[in-house]
């Protein structure tokens, strides 16, 4: 199993800036990507960004040249710096590992909230 915890979310204004972290354990290497997604009230969750191992990094339109998400493998731990925050970007933000195509561990989710 892997297990997932975010960490990082707030309350900013429109604007300004946060740093969102995931922290995984358990069985980390079996993970084939990782990315974060966001669920805003009465909204589908939507994927914001992923980095598949070994390789690119791809972000939702929504979120292009805003967000930058990054990596720690010595802490096992991945980031999404957000800047230039809208007020659509107000959601639940998840931490999301893919181990196969059938499955996915999910973190517990933390808020965002971008006040206008």
């Known amino acids: 199993q892997v297990q997932l915890v975010e960490s990082g979310g707030g309350l900013v204004q429109a604007g300004g800036s946060l740093r969102l972290s995931c922290a995984a354990s358990g069985r980390t290497f079996s993970i084939k990507s990782i990315g974060w997604y966001r669920q805003a009230p009465g909204k589908q969750r939507e994927l914001v960004a992923t980095?598949?191992?070994?390789?690119?990094?791809n972000y939702a339109d929504s979120v292009q040249g805003r967000f930058t998400m990054s990596t720690d493998n010595a802490k096992n731990t991945v980031y999404l710096q957000m800047n230039s925050l809208k007020p659509e970007d107000t959601a639940v933000y998840y931490c999301n590992a893919e181990v196969s195509s059938v499955l996915r561990y999910w973190g517990q989710g933390t808020h965002v909230t971008v006040s206008s």
């Open positions: 980095i598949i191992t070994g390789g690119s990094t």
